[in-house]
Every structure is written in structure tokens, then in C-alpha cells.
């Protein structure tokens, strides 16, 4: 498990906390320094300015960075380091690729800066950085020595010109894009006042080959599509990972031989087990919010009912037994309802019920089918996939079925999945063939906030389908 150290100093100026976490832990941390000032570096840097009374600040809701992004300039970090003398630079790197994705801050040209990183000193020259168009600036300063880095951060509001955010990390140097994707998050949460979700990975089936002969694999990679890893070697047909609420761990479906079963599997050892005997296929799984349970979809003659497994004693309990298709469970951030897709009312819709399996009720009712729900980690939101005509889509709803809209359409866009923070949808989208023989076909994972705003392709180095995103420093 990663090991990193963050210092941040009390408005007092006392050490705070310096803590060793691991990759989950992390992330709490920094957002526990967001809300002090400033660094406690071994030197003892000047304290933050006083700052312009009434003067505009970047700091602003989501809404209002979502139509005039935030002018935001990121030096590139000194660094003192014989060994990696191309370290702070490579942090800059990511952090303003994080930002820049996030359609919400507009990062300046560094070849419009004014006053070089190496002459930033303690407090920056504000006219030099008001004059670019400027209204937020990141600093930093990286230490590498025997394995080890101090990166050293502020975030300064430049029109009220004053020092918001001070924070150092000490870890080892491999995992400086760990720290970088943090620095980033700790940026979002200061300016926006939600928290970033950066600190993330995207698990997903990778697919090769021809269509009618896909090889797919289980992958893993960070949210901005860095140390992609595969987890599965193809053997066998893999689907719908998901990921565990506080464990290292995914459940997935496999065909592994050929009995099409739900499997756990833990990302740190590689060890998988199967989720109990079966009569028939299970599919879909996804964990409670707790982490205590997986739910999931069985099927029986021409249905399908949907199951809990207790994973502490393996203990199966029905929810569903309508005789229809029921599938795709997903339980709400709460634990107080699952929604689920049926056709039990003669077409494909969605419904919603108690965690016992009681109180059931339709909330779908457009034109056309809906399948693959997932409840906004917000619970605020369900998005779905939706099939009508000859358009696919993704929409979101509110728990009780009102205000639907669809935020994505194309040949085939399927499989929502939120991040953390609830403002971004990633899905997948599959292009057409060009010939009979189904060569051509080609899918990417799509990411799209939830407003429809802003809609990216995310780098995959194969196709991609069926994307699941982690917890905050999963």
C-alpha cells in the first residue's frame, strides 16, 4: 500500500497532522490541509497576504466555472533534484491536464507568463499575474532525495491577492503522479467547494480482434488513462467490473469455463474466488454501499430475479421473484433503495424498491427501453442507458422519475458510471461497422458532466467498454 506524509500548518501556524496513509486514507488529508494556512515547510515560509477586502475571487460555484472557466497559471515547479531535474515540470504536467479535463478552469500559455517560476519567492508579484488574465496561481517547490519527494504546494486568489491553500507530501518519488492528481483535487475543492475527483482509477473491459471474435480482458488505469495494467489474459469473456466501496477489491462476471458466473477479485494479490454455486448464470453485480454485500442478477428458466450474498457469511437472500426479466441492481448511496430494470410491465423499464425487496414502483415511463441504471454517489441522480428508436442515450432522472433528459445519443452509448463527487458520467460508445463482416466496429469510453456539458473521449490504448469509476483514492 502507498505511504505519503502531508503537513499542513493550523491558521496558528502549529503543525497540524503528519501522517503516513495509504492510497484511500490519502485523499483525506489533503482535504483536511484545504482548509488551513499555509505550508509547513522546513523553513518557515512568510505568512499569507492580508488579502483586498471586497476584491473578486476565483473562488465560484460550478455553475458559474462551467460557462467562464477558471484563468488559472501553474509554473512549473522548482525543484532541487540532480536526480529528476524534469520532476516539477512533469507535475505541472498533470496537474493542469486534470484541470483542463474538468472543462472548468482555463489553464494560461506558460509562454505568457510574466514572472519565471525560479523568482516566484514567497509572495508573487500580483501585477504580473493580473495583467495575463490570471485569477488563480499555483506555486510549488519538489525535493527528491533517496527515493523519497517533498512536493511543496499554494494556491494563491490573485485579485484579492492572497495565499488560500498551503500544503507539503512526502512519499516516495514513484508516486509523484499520485501526489500531482491530489494537488489537483485539493485546486478543485478550494475554488469550486466541491470535492475533485482526480485521485481516481477507471476499471473496464478491454476488447481486441474482430468483432465477432473479441478477445476481452479486464483493465485498470488511472482516471486521466495513465498506468494502464491488464488484470485478465483473455482466456475467458469478462463483464461489468465494479468496484468495492473500501477495499481493493472488483467484482465482475466471467465465462470462465463456460460457467458464467460472478467472481470477487483482489486488485492487490490477483487472487479471485467465485461468489457462490449457482444454478443458473449471474451477472451484474454490484457491491452495497457498506461493502458488506454484493447484489446481483440470477437467471431461472426465462427470467431473471435479483439476489443479495451476505460476504461475511455467503448467505443469499431473493428480492425479486416477478417471473419477468429483472436485472441491473444498484443499490442508492444510502442503502435505502435499489434501483433495477424489469420488463415485467411488458417493455424494459426502471423501478425502484426497499432493500428487502418490498414497495416496488415503476419510475420510468418514456417511450422506448431503459437498462443499466447507477444512482449518483449524490443520491440525486440515476443515469441509465436509454434505447429508443434509432438512437441510443444516456439520460439521468431524479430518484421519483421527473425531470428525465438525455445527455448523450449515438449508434450505441451504453453503461453510465459516476464519479465520486457525482458532477461526471463516463460511458462507452460504439461507432458502426463499415462492412458485413462487422469489421470496423470500434468502442471508447466517454466522459460527460452531467449537464451535458463538455463531452470527452478518455484515452484507452484498446477499445473499451463497460467502465466502472473508483472511489476517491481507490
Known amino acids: ?78 525543484s532541487g533534484s540532480a536526480a529528476n531535474p524534469t520532476l516539477g515540470r512533469d507535475m505541472v504536467q498533470v496537474i493542469t491536464a486534470d484541470l483542463a479535463n ?78 500531482s492528481h491530489i494537488i489537483a483535487d485539493v485546486i478543485y475543492q478550494r475554488l469550486l467547494g466541491e470535492k ?9 473491459i478491454s476488447g481486441t480482434g474482430p468483432r465477432n471474435r473479441r478477445v476481452k480482458r479486464l ?26 466501496p473500501t477495499r481493493d477489491e472488483i467484482a465482475f462476471m466471467s465465462y470462465a469455463n463456460n460457467r458464467p458466473r460472478v467472481y470477487i477479485f483482489d486488485l492487490g ?83 425502484v424498491m426497499n432493500p428487502d425487496g418490498s414497495n416496488v414502483r415503476r419510475i420510468s415511463f418514456g417511450s422506448g427501453r431503459y437498462a443499466t441504471p447507477v444512482w449518483s454517489p449524490r443520491g440525486d441522480l440515476i443515469a441509465y442507458t436509454h434505447l429508443g428508436g434509432d438512437a441510443w442515450g444516456i439520460g439521468v432522472m431524479h430518484p421519483d422519475g421527473s425531470g428525465e433528459r438525455i445527455l448523450s445519443q449515438g449508434f450505441a452509448v451504453e453503461g453510465p458510471t459516476f464519479c465520486p463527487n457525482g458532477r461526471v458520467i463516463m460511458f462507452w460508445r460504439e461507432t458502426p461497422a463499415r462492412d458485413s463482416r462487422g469489421d470496423g466496429y470500434s468502442s471508447r469510453l466517454v466522459s460527460i458532466d452531467i449537464t451535458g456539458f463538455h463531452e470527452r473521449v478518455a484515452p484507452t490504448p484498446t477499445d473499451a467498454t463497460d467502465p466502472a469509476w473508483s472511489p476517491l483514492g481507490a
Open 269 to 351: 494479490t490477483g487472487r479471485q474466488r467465485m461468489l457462490g454455486e449457482w444454478r443458473g448464470m449471474t451477472f451484474a453485480p454490484r457491491f452495497s454501499p457498506d461493502g458488506g454485500k454484493v447484489i446481483l442478477s440470477e437467471t431461472r428458466g426465462g427470467g431473471s430475479n435479483i439476489y443479495v450474498i451476505d460476504l461475511a457469511s455467503g448467505r443469499e437472500t431473493q428480492l425479486t421473484d416477478s417471473g419477468a426479466i429483472d436485472v441491473s441492481p444498484c443499490y442508492s448511496p444510502d442503502g435505502s433503495q435499489i434501483v433495477f430494470n424489469s420488463d415485467r410491465g411488458g417493455d424494459q423499464q426502471l423501478y
Open 219 to 244: 483493465a485498470i488505469m488511472d482516471q486521466d488513462g495513465a498506468n494502464n495494467r491488464f488484470l485478465s489474459d483473455g482466456s475467458w469473456l469478462v463483464l461489468t467490473p465494479r468496484f468495492h
Open 102 to 179: 474538468s472543462g472548468l478552469f482555463k489553464p494560461l500559455d506558460p509562454a505568457s507568463f510574466i514572472q519565471a517560476a525560479e523568482n516566484l519567492g514567497e509572495v508573487p508579484k500580483w501585477n504580473d499575474w493580473k495583467v495575463i488574465g490570471a485569477q488563480a496561481l499555483v506555486t510549488g517547490r519538489v525535493q527528491n532525495t533517496d527515493g523519497q519527494v517533498r512536493v511543496e504546494f499554494r494556491l494563491w486568489d490573485v485579485l484579492p491577492e492572497q495565499q488560500i491553500q498551503g500544503t507539503a507530501y512526502t512519499t516516495n518519488a514513484a508516486n509523484w503522479r499520485r501526489i
Open 196 to 204: 475533485g475527483y482526480f485521485d481516481t482509477r477507471i476499471i473496464y
Open 1 to 78: 500500500m502507498t505511504s505519503i506524509g502531508t503537513e499542513f500548518s493550523s491558521p496558528s501556524g502549529l503543525l497540524g497532522r503528519h501522517a503516513a496513509l495509504g492510497r484511500r486514507a490519502l485523499f483525506g488529508a489533503a482535504a483536511a490541509g484545504a482548509a488551513v494556512l499555509p505550508v509547513a515547510a522546513q523553513q518557515g515560509p512568510a505568512p499569507a497576504a492580508p488579502g483586498k477586502p471586497g476584491a473578486p475571487s476565483a473562488v465560484i460555484d460550478v455553475n458559474r466555472a462551467r460557462a467562464a472557466p477558471i484563468p488559472i497559471a501553474i509554473p512549473e515547479f522548482t
